[in-house]
């Protein structure tokens, strides 16, 4: 297949992987049985629906019983919300970070106007979780702790199980939104203190629109879809078969690919940043470094606007992402980095590189050549440079305070 760009956001979705495709398509041609008929033709569908959901469960370490097929990454946090607080209806607090994506934060914030009361807990600099600051906030009230497990914009992990340990000590609920970790780190659901966790199959080389909803055996489990009986009427509605089958070879190939896949994307990451770092004056890292995806990189370069940046890069056929959002007409800077308490000329002129299995040194190597480049020019053309100080402190004391209710969100 051709390659039509540099693809450098792997965070944002993934390239199906073509023996994906191929095992989809019979299910898109002579295999369209609807799997809960009583014919065979319908009841081989179903075999193909039960060998993926073994395979979801094989990358996960869980039960196939455990795995529910939802329609996306979105889907299954706001089911595992809702579920959260539908198996203890006597408790009305829910615990979660300001840095969750919005199919996290938009769903309590509407909670919020229901009447639970909702703790966003704050991160540090390199977006980190203070967990004495989660432990204060736990009480025998909280119904649900929802973190991520990995940040899909700087990459940071947080300590999940450090996490589920202190959320299970006061008999809360925890899910983890583990979109951005599954088929980057590995991980297993054996032993672990995780109830419910959220994984998207575009996000690991299957196609959009299919993810899975992880629910703990013996978890007292309440549905958001009616309907028929499908998913062992935990999630109604007729299975997107061939997306579900797609998902589950795509979760075969991370458990053969993962580990040596991984260790190619970090070290061709690592090159990236260091190298970018030592030819660019004024520019960070921005996140946990010790504690991140294997793949991702997001760096601040002062002075210039990222989005600037991006459509430089996309010149050279590179896509990156910057993480802002455009909400009424103006670009805000990712709720992320805001979250972090980056300084103004970092929020706004700073870049996500994401790789995946399919990213090539070369790709690496062009990236490199250009950018140096570009934030000259970019630089040469602002009228704002390092020296300019009186600028940056104007537009620091401009700055809203960050509150975590007003904060505009950043999807992808
Ligand atoms: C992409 C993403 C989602 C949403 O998944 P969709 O399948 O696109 O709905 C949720 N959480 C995180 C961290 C993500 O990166």
């Known amino acids: 297949m051709m390659h039509t760009c540099i693809y450098l956001d792997n965070n944002a979705t993934t390239q199906p992987d073509p023996e994906v495709v191929?095992?989809?398509?019979?299910?898109?041609?002579?295999?369209?049985?609807?799997?809960?008929?009583?014919?065979?033709?319908?009841?081989?569908?179903?075999?193909?629906?039960?060998?993926?959901?073994?395979?979801?469960?094989?990358?996960?370490?869980?039960?196939?019983?455990?795995?529910i097929f939802t329609s996306c990454?979105?889907?299954?946090?706001?089911?595992?919300?809702?579920?959260?607080?539908?198996?203890?209806?006597?408790?009305?607090?829910?615990?979660?970070?300001?840095?969750?994506?919005?199919?996290?934060?938009?769903?309590?914030?509407?909670?919020?106007?229901?009447?639970?009361?909702?703790?966003?807990?704050?991160?540090?600099?390199?977006?980190?979780?203070?967990?004495?600051?989660?432990?204060?906030?736990?009480?025998?009230n909280t119904a649900l702790?929802?973190?991520m497990y990995a940040n899909n914009e700087t990459g940071t992990i947080f300590p999940i199980e450090n996490i589920g340990a202190l959320a299970k000590s006061y008999g809360a609920t925890f899910h983890v939104d583990a979109v951005q970790a599954v088929g980057k780190i590995p991980f297993s659901l054996k032993g672990s203190t995780i109830d419910l966790l959220t994984l998207s199959g575009h996000k690991l080389h299957a196609p959009k629109g299919v993810g899975s909803l992880y629910v703990k055996k013996g978890f007292r489990f309440r549905p958001f879809l009616l309907g028929g009986h499908q998913e062992r009427g935990r999630r109604a509605g007729t299975e997107n078969v061939a997306s579900i089958?797609?998902?589950?070879?795509?979760?075969?190939?991370?458990?053969?690919?993962?580990?040596?896949?991984?260790?190619?994307?970090?070290?061709?990451?690592?090159?990236?940043?260091k190298t970018l770092l030592a030819t660019i004056a004024d520019c960070e890292v921005n996140g946990d470094v010790k504690n991140r995806l294997p793949n991702t990189t997001n760096i601040g370069f002062k002075y210039v606007e990222g989005e600037a940046i991006l459509l430089s890069l996309d010149k050279y056929g590179i896509c990156a992402s910057s993480g802002s959002a455009c909400t009424s007409g103006s670009l805000e800077p990712s709720h992320i980095l805001q979250a972090m308490g980056l300084p103004y000329t970092i929020l706004h002129g700073s870049i996500r590189f994401s790789l995946s299995r399919y990213t090539t040194e070369r790709e690496i190597d062009k990236v490199l050549e250009v950018m140096p480049g570009i934030i000259q020019r970019l630089r040469d053309l602002s009228p704002f440079n390092s020296e300019?100080?009186?600028?940056?402190?104007?537009?620091?004391?401009?700055?809203?305070?960050?509150?975590?209710?007003?904060?505009?969100?950043t999807s992808e």
């Open 22 to 67: 191929v095992t989809m398509l019979p299910y898109l041609t002579d295999l369209y049985g609807n799997p809960s008929s009583m014919h065979t033709f319908g009841g081989q569908v179903g075999k193909a629906i039960q060998e993926a959901r073994e395979s979801v469960a094989t990358l996960l370490g869980a039960e196939p019983t455990e795995i």
């Open 73 to 140: 990454g979105t889907e299954g946090n706001n089911t595992a919300i809702r579920a959260a607080l539908a198996a203890q209806p006597e408790r009305n607090h829910i615990i979660t970070t300001q840095v969750e994506h919005p199919c996290v934060l938009n769903v309590c914030k509407q909670l919020e106007k229901q009447g639970y009361k909702v703790t966003y807990l704050s991160v540090n600099h390199q977006g980190q979780l203070d967990l004495m600051e989660l432990e204060a906030s736990l009480t025998g």
């Open 145 to 147: 702790v929802s973190t």
């Open 245 to 273: 089958v797609g998902l589950g070879k795509a979760a075969e190939i991370e458990l053969q690919e993962m580990t040596k896949a991984i260790q190619r994307e970090a070290k061709m990451r690592d090159r990236l940043e």
């Open 388 to 409: 300019d100080v009186t600028w940056l402190q104007t537009v620091n004391s401009n700055q809203p305070s960050v509150n975590s209710k007003q904060l505009p969100v």
